[in-house]
């Protein structure tokens, strides 16, 4: 099968991605022709605009501030839009919280959305591409750790104490977490790393694993909108401090983290904090990350029927 990615993160590669595997293990043997002439079998759209696009975009800028509109004004309605169809299924995904693009070209969406829209959207988060689909552990590179659905829905056991309070891996600073962290540090001290404060770690398990509890925000409150970031908390052997929403997803266990969004304040979190005993601490932590594992059999379909 002939495949082609466009509009993906800067670094992506897509041999190397999680589409480009499941395509390998359904027995369909990929190629990656993003970028040649072959006409692909299967299409993925993402959300990030290439170089091109955001020099277009710029262009648009200027063109439409221009005082002489004219053709110059129907040329920037024209130059960002959506690349032209390159094959006969073309998917829309994204690891960010925007909303499906309804009305345009595609024939499947993959979103946070939870709602089916008769069929052409499947609910697919992100954090799902960090499980181990593929019948071998899945490396998790931010945490330094392999990831095992199987264990995942076991509980675990408190191996060692915690001296530590709470810690926080910042790549972008978003004023909820900051707000969220001068708040916990009233309560308790909380480590911050990561790019954003100038401590980028390799592995955040290395770290993470003195602390009781990992900090770990989502950018915005949306039912369904999970990264990686509650995943990532939990196998770094803490208990996750989160702050989104999983609307109506039934995999992941509500028990095994603090959840924000559950309460009225931030005060009323650090409360709730005050009155966690060891015990009560063990049994949080104790509970499995995981209910069930989720199904992609709704993406396998779309992906067969590309066939």
């Known amino acids: 099968m002939k495949v082609a990615f466009s509009q993906f993160w800067p670094g992506f590669r897509g041999d190397a991605s999680f589409f480009y595997r499941l395509l390998e293990a359904e027995g369909l043997n990929p190629q990656d022709v993003s970028g040649r002439k ?24 200027v063109l439409s501030r221009s005082p002489s509109g004219g ?38 969406s993959l979103s946070y959305e939870q709602d089916p829209y008769t069929s052409s959207n499947t609910y697919f988060p992100l ?7 593929f019948g071998k552990p899945e490396f998790n590179h931010r945490v330094g ?27 972008n600073p978003h004023p909820m977490r ?12 909380v480590d911050v ?7 980028p770690v390799k592995y955040k398990a290395d770290i993470a694993k003195n602390y009781k509890y990992m900090i770990c925000f989502e950018n915005d409150l949306f039912p369904g909108y999970v990264t990686e970031k509650l995943l990532d908390a939990y196998l770094a052997e803490t208990v996750p401090i989160y702050w989104g929403l999983l609307g109506g997803d039934k995999d992941i266990n509500s028990k095994s983290f603090i959840n924000l ?35 992609i059999q709704n993406l396998i379909e779309v992906i067969r029927s590309a066939k």
């Open 178 to 189: 900051s707000r969220a962290i001068e708040a916990l540090s009233m309560f308790g001290e």
């Open 71 to 108: 053709s110059e004004q129907a040329l920037a309605n024209t130059i960002d839009t959506l690349p032209k169809r390159l094959a006969p299924t073309r998917v829309w995904f994204t690891g960010e919280n925007i909303r499906v693009p309804h009305g345009q070209d595609f024939d499947y």
């Open 261 to 295: 969004a559950d309460f009225s304040s931030i005060a009323e979190t650090i409360d709730q904090l005050h009155s966690v005993n060891k015990n009560q601490y063990e049994e949080i932590y104790s509970e499995p990350f995981l209910v069930k594992k989720p199904s």
């Open 193 to 199: 790393f990561g790019k954003a404060v100038g401590k």
């Open 38 to 61: 072959d006409k692909p079998d299967l299409e993925f759209v993402s959300v990030f605009p290439s170089r091109r696009d955001l020099l277009l975009r710029k262009l648009n800028t």
């Open 145 to 171: 750790k392999d990831v095992r659905a199987d264990e995942l829905m076991r509980p675990r056991s408190l191996s060692e104490s915690k001296p530590k309070f709470a810690c926080a891996f910042i790549g």
């Open 127 to 133: 954090w799902y591409t960090h499980l181990d689909w």
